[in-house]
Structure formats: C-alpha cells, structure tokens
C-alpha cells in the first residue's frame, strides 16, 4: 500500500497561504529549495488540487527556459516535469507534463491510488488534502514552517471530527529558521 504524505510550507500560525493567496513569505533558502528538489525527484505521484496545480503549472514547465534559471531551478523544471502527477479538479479542462485530470470523487480515487504499492504520494493543496485528512488517507504530515505570521489565508490543516495521533519521526533545521518537522500518524 502506498504512503501519502501531506507536504508544504507552512507559516508558523499555521498557514500554506496569506490572504490573497500569498505565497511571498515562503521563498526557500538554496538549502530548502534544494530539499523540495529532491523530494520532488523521489516522488512516485503527486496529487494536486486545482489551486496549486494552477500555480505549479503556470511557472514550472518553462522555467528552465528562463534567462537566469540556476542549475537548481534547471534541475527542479525537469523533475517537476517527470514526475507523474494527477489533478482533481471540475473545472480544469486540460493537465500535460505526465499528468492526468480526475474530475470525480477525489477520496475515491486517492483511495484506488493508495491500495497500489508503486512509491510514494505527496499530496497538495488545501482543500484536497482537508478531503483526504478527514477521510483518513494521510499517513504523514510533513511540515517546512517558516518563521512568520501571516494572520490568516489557507489554513495547512481542516476542520476533523476526531483526533488523529501522530508520532514526530523527523525534525531538521533550514537557513532563515525554518524548520521540518515530519509526523506519522498511529494506527
């Protein structure tokens, strides 16, 4: 069975985005970014909601093309692009870059994805994790939280409706304060 894991930057009032989906104060040190790098080469499917999707896929796909790309951002591009990805959304029409759309039940379908055992999945976006989170599907929490209080936006966790113990397996310190901190859930 396939491990999904639930990770992004968080501020530390526990926020994935400011209002206006603010994603300013998040920028990664070479350290960090060279992290998500590698976590993204070693990603066996990511699944993505339609917001970060849309991010994602508005810079990445090119982005080794930009005058001033670094190596790491180079190297980012074509993992990012490789990776095998699946969108859910009801109003994205078209995914390329070794993607594919599921306009149905999410829950359903990360359900079908988890019974495989084919890697790992990382699973973004805050309204498709909450879907996933209140189904019980995610089995890690990995959180990279920066040191700021952005007051509200995107909250990284939804509302449950019990409790889900967790054990920490997992801490590391990045520049500029931010710190990882990765939690399995028991059970």
């Known amino acids: 069975m396939r491990n999904l ?3 992004m930057n968080v501020s530390l009032d526990g926020y994935i985005a400011a209002p206006g989906d603010d994603l300013g104060w998040s920028a990664p040190s070479d350290e960090l970014f060279q992290w998500w790098s590698d ?6 499917l990511a699944l993505y909601g339609r917001k970060l999707w849309e991010t994602m896929s508005s810079h990445w796909p090119t982005a080794d093309q930009e005058s001033g790309a670094t190596p790491a951002q180079i190297e980012f591009a074509h993992r990012w692009r490789d990776m095998p990805k699946v969108v859910f959304s009801s ?3 078209a995914v390329d870059w070794n993607t594919r759309l599921v306009t149905g039940d999410a829950v359903t ?4 994805l988890k019974a495989d055992d084919e890697g790992s999945m990382d699973i973004g976006g805050a309204t498709l994790a909450a879907a996933a989170m209140r189904a ?3 089995d890690e929490y990995l959180m990279v939280t920066h040191p700021v209080l952005v007051g509200g936006g995107t909250p990284f966790f939804t ?3 019990t409790w889900v113990d967790l054990d920490l397996v997992e801490t590391r310190t990045f520049p ?3 710190v990882l901190t990765r939690y399995k859930t028991r059970g």
């Open 5 to 7: 894991t639930f990770a």
């Open 109 to 112: 379908e990360i359900t079908r």
């Open 136 to 138: 019980g599907l995610i």
């Open 176 to 178: 500029g304060g931010v």
């Open 39 to 44: 976590r993204v080469g070693a990603t066996g």
């Open 91 to 93: 109003t994205v029409s």
């Open 159 to 161: 509302a449950l409706d």
